[in-house]
């Protein structure tokens, strides 16, 4: 926790410690964390230069922890000062970069990515880096990170960003992919599903794009990426995005708008969103992780409630009664 201070977790661990004792040497803190005591005295030193513990008057060999709300404050305030500093020289290299935007040739609004490593550390850049809005179109194969994996995007939505996504359908049959879109949407990422997309692309704030590139028969030395900058070309790709988007479908409602129906519960959205994508009752009932008899009893409860006889004409009723 203390670490965006500065300190080594044997520094916290040690300093912890030592607020929590009246005084203690070197042995004693040791004893309590089962740690060096080589490892310990070194680091009461390092405590003592930053100001955090201080030699007691009564037994110098023992260390007392200094009060928390000077010593951190203290190291709050240089970390605020920094970080402050840091804005200022961000904006003033932004100023910079956008200056200098106007005199790059074409070709310098696209950056080739190489490796898998390094499009995923812009993957996750750009999310990190959003202010406004992600809008990501996702094929069933994964060249980059897989979606339980991507932590950037939780904290992105948490702080406001609004997320617009567009699935390939076939990506819904990858087992548990289809509980981890059902667990997003709940907190309120915009979801829709596609019959195919043309590529994998990720826009962040519509002035930086994410393309991940990939041959047949490519190792994974062999993935890459293209970055586009604001341009023509941006525009272009974002033009692409809202036509995906009007030809998807919308899968998951908000959870307000599934309470505005008291005929339809999550499980029901669910199955729904996964007959539409076009699984088999088989493959659903593996996404639920429940039984076929269980998913195809649910599909008949639903096209008696939608008033149907077949599968399709309860896809079309869905639509129609907006429970998707």
């Given at each position: ?6 300190l ?22 040791a ?11 070194l ?6 230069s ?20 000077l ?6 305030v ?12 961000l ?10 935007a106007a ?7 696209i ?6 490593q390094?499009?995923?550390q812009h993957?996750?850049?750009l999310q990190?880096?959003?202010k ?6 996702v ?6 990170m897989d979606?339980?994996e991507?932590v ?36 309120g990422?915009?979801?829709?599903v596609t ?15 994410l393309?991940?590139l ?60 996964l ?7 088989k ?10 008899r ?13 008033e ?17």
């Amino acid at each position: 926790m203390l670490s965006v201070l500065g300190l080594t977790e044997l520094q916290e661990l040690v300093y912890r410690q030592l607020v929590a004792m009246p005084s203690a040497a070197a042995e004693d803190i040791a004893d309590e964390l089962n740690a060096g005591l080589g490892d310990v005295s070194l680091t009461l030193e390092s405590l003592e230069s930053l100001g955090l513990v201080a030699r007691s008057v009564a037994k110098h060999d023992h260390f007392i922890a200094s009060p928390p709300e000077l010593a951190l404050g203290s190291l709050i305030v240089e970390r605020q000062q920094d970080i402050r500093q840091a804005e200022l020289e961000l904006h003033a290299l932004t100023d910079l970069f956008h200056k200098s935007a106007a005199g790059r040739v074409s070709l310098d609004v696209i950056d080739v990515v190489r490796g898998p490593q390094a499009v995923a550390q812009h993957f996750a850049q750009l999310q990190r880096g959003a202010k406004q809005s992600v809008w990501a179109m996702v094929k069933p194969d994964v060249l980059v990170m897989d979606s339980a994996e991507n932590v950037d995007e939780a904290a992105a939505i948490a702080r406001g960003v609004n997320y617009r996504v567009i699935i390939e359908s076939q990506a819904l049959n990858k087992p548990g992919f289809a509980q981890q879109v059902a667990t997003t949407a709940a907190t309120g990422e915009e979801i829709r599903v596609t019959d195919a997309l043309p590529l994998r692309m990720l826009i962040a704030d519509q002035e930086l794009a994410l393309l991940p590139l990939s041959s047949e028969g490519a190792t994974s030395n062999e993935v890459g990426a293209l970055l586009l900058r604001r341009s023509g070309l941006l525009d272009a790709m974002c033009a692409l995005f809202e036509l995906c988007w009007q030809r998807a479908q919308t899968t998951y409602l908000p959870a307000e708008r599934v309470a505005e129906r008291p005929e339809l519960d999550g499980a029901d959205q669910h199955l729904l969103v996964l007959l539409r994508a076009g699984l088999t009752d088989k493959a659903i009932a593996g996404q639920l992780g429940t039984s076929l008899r269980t998913v195809q009893r649910r599909l008949q409860l639903l096209m008696t409630k939608a008033e149907v006889a077949t599968r399709f004409q309860l896809g079309v009723a869905a639509a129609s009664k907006e429970w998707l």
